[in-house]
């Protein structure tokens, strides 16, 4: 098992070094000159040149990127904010805390509530419970996260003034931000979390089950669950990166000073190493999201824990 | 072993393979109200957007300073903005640009993502590899902010957004495409080595297209709706399509300052980005189970 | 062997089985009976489409409720009707006294379960024992049906398509179950394998004095294990009889044809001889007797009303009005 976590982490490497480079490249070609930004109004030729040598702007790509990487790399530093120039490494791990917050919450959320929902659902298949979650789950992946957000602080903060719409401070300002942003993952999460339950109560090991006298509420929990579970896994990584994602309009609306405004607030200043950070910052903690998701599938199945831990097999068979 | 089985079935005579198979699909979508519901809805909202000129009831762009601000009126059906335009007109020229930023962006990513799925599974090995290591990056970083990052260096702009939002589905379309081919491909190296050339990319053609289709339809059509949102997300930080250009997702971050004194200014723009993307999720769901009859209910 | 006699282990009389699907019905079962004595085996042999395992699962009532219902019939298993009691007292029943071996072994484990443990667990379903004693019978079981125990811990994946069939008749006979029905065990198995298989299965039903149905499309299986035959075509029984008096004097024209087709190692063929046709459509069955439009020795009386079972032996019947000499 530690020799498949190795090998795993190993195979990250790779990629983490491809979404570096990659998201440097596209930057790279920004049009105009930040330098010019920078300097305020009217600079001159020289200055801006000499603007341009100490940002190290000058040198050729290979040289930037080369820097850049070895930065993160070696010394976990991504340099400094070109409008602002102070470290952009510490001002990420200040902010990461936050936006992981909102993130795990909502993950929470949508395990918590989409997962029975989706359950129910299946096991009262076309009639009126499974139609009516299906609905709004349908209405659910539908709306614009910030949308909902923005509606969220129109009924509950304006109209209603229960919940405070902007900034940290306590748990309630955390509320609608996690609301907000877990709607349409629970709702998909309902969804799919149904579709694999529909599937895996066709299968042939069920109706075993029921030959065997089993009452269906334990061949649900023992039996159907499990199996449909492990293919959800996944959709649960994939949606961390949407809620990682999510989390750059929802903390602009509420105010949260997490990674998602650091970068928005980039964007507007063309801060180019702000964005480009933010990104790559962001793009590793999915993979790493992904790489436990990975590892957690190989814990659970037996099938993929027997071909990663050496396990002694006499005979391999796809699994049905 | 000789088993009942074999000994009382006749050969069946052979059918022609894909005759009405077309037919079939679409008397299954049309049995499927909430699909139905979705095509007809977005077939209004494309009919909204060609037509947008003659519906409109105001230019989008026309201000009028001594009605801003208004609430929802027999004049003004949506209300107006901050400068006076009206917001329904807006909106009804809105869907131009997000239905088709949706639709192009989608259609560019498959066919980018096509091609390289057929490189990869027609050369195979080191090409193969090299592709499938890209798109492995690729989706290593979310969608929204690919193209963010992507966007950035390409300015606002209808065409630029939509480019920026092509990108995401690029890895899809190539797995697809490349699965299908490498299918074939193991049947083929049975057959003699000789004019493997002709005969692949015909059967490229003539086979791995056809079976791609219907999950490439399913996905692209399920996408369209997300794209959409993304592009509403763009604009709504100040990328994407930007004022006076009515996109919604820019009307919406317009009216957020003003959220606590004309909601009409928020809440309209998004109910329609809701409303869009629901008949496509409608639409691609029935489109799914009409095509995979073991998924139906 | 009588359809009527209630001395019978189990007497299933006239059972109709219907499958609802898309607006269609489909009659996969139209009135079907036959009784079973203890210690006996029973073969129902068709082919695939018949209605055999809508019967066998009709029995223990695990027919998958959306799409298929029963719709009459009575099923007496030690003179109580199953069709009659309720859920509850059913899954007592189910894997204690009636249990049922699948027709494929690849589908039917819990592919995240270990094998032993899913035996354990119909053996403590049906028994107040610990988990410790149900395990070590679990492993009895195992060896009972030739895996070492210590395979216990295993998953299915890890064992062939043979060895997870024994797995499942493990399972099956776990709890000693008094009647046993096989699904088709061996079909899906390798031919080398099949043997191995049907000849366990007949050793344990010995060991255990268990009743048996097996179903099978393959006459030589039949041949080997069972002491009735009843042929089943289109949801109906066309014959039913001994195993001698189907085999030495098969009647209806269907059990003629099958008898016809199997070659015969000493007789010279130059081509088989199917069966002309293909079976009907079970949501549009055909107007009197359902073989007649494959029938050779088809009469206008035949297409009109319903065809009866009648004795034209003791204890053999057949559906033929043609072959009984009404016609």
Known sequence: MGRYILKRLLQMIPVVLGVTILVFTILYFIPGDPVRLLLGAEPTPAQVEAKREAMGLNEPYLVRLGKYVEGIVLHFDFGKSWIYNTPVTSELLQRFPRTLTIAVICMLMQILIGTPLGIIAAVNRNKWGDRLSMFIAMFGISMPNFWIALMLVLLFSVKLGWLPPFGIGGLKYYILPCIANAFPGIATQARQTRSSMLEVIRSDYITTARAKGMSEFRILMKHALPNALLPIITVVGNGMGMLLAGTVVIEMIFGIPGIGWYLVGGIGNRDINVVQSSVIFLAIAFTMIMLLVDLAYAFIDPRVKAQFAGQKRRHHHAHA | MLTLNSITMEDQPVKPRRKSQFVIVARRLSQNSSAVIGFVVALLLALMAIFAPIIAPYPYQKQDLTHSRAAPSAQHIMGTDELGRDIFSRIVWGSRFSLSVGILAVLLGTAVGMVFGALAGYFGRVVDDIIMRFMDILQSIPGILLAITISVVLGPGLFNTLLALSFGGIPMACRLLRASILGIRHQEYLEAATSINASTTRIILKHVIPNTFSPLLVSSTMSIGNVIMMGAMLSFIGLGVQPPTPEWGSMISGGRGLIRTCPWMVTFPGLFIMLTVLALNLFGDGLRDALDPKLKK | MMPNKSENFLSVKDLVVEYTA????????????????????????????????????????????????????????????????????????????????????????????????????????????????????????????????????????????????????????????????????????????????????????VDFNTSMIMISHNLGVVAEVCDDIGVIYAGEIIELGSKEAIFDHPTHPYTLGLFKAVPHIDDEEDRLNPIAGLPPDPSNLPKGCYFSPRCPLVTDRCREGKIELKEIAPGHFCRCIVKIGEG
């Open chain 3, 22 to 205: 898309e607006g269609q019905v489909i009659h996969a079962v139209n009135g079907v009976s036959f009784t079973l004595e203890r210690g006996k085996t029973f073969g129902l042999v068709g082919e695939t489409g018949a209605g055999k395992t809508s019967t066998a699962k009709a029995i223990m009532r695990i027919l998958p409720d959306p799409p298929a219902k029963i719709k009459h019939g009575e099923i007496f298993l030690d003179g109580e009707d199953l069709l009659k009691i309720s859920e509850n007292e059913m899954r007592k029943i189910r894997g204690f006294k009636v249990s049922m071996i699948f027709q494929d072994p690849m589908t039917a484990l819990n592919p995240i379960m270990k094998v032993g443990e899913q035996i354990a667990e119909v053996i403590r379903l049906h028994n107040k024992i610990s988990q410790r004693e149900a395990n070590e019978q679990a492993m009895k079981m195992l060896e009972k049906v030739g895996i070492p125990r210590d395979r216990f811990n295993e998953y299915p994946h890890q064992f062939s398509g043979g060895m997870k069939q024994r797995v499942v008749i493990a399972i099956a006979l776990a709890c000693s179950p008094e009647l046993l029905l096989a699904d088709e065990p061996t079909t899906a198995l390798d031919v080398t394998i099949q043997a191995q298989v049907l000849e366990m299965i007949n050793k344990l039903k």
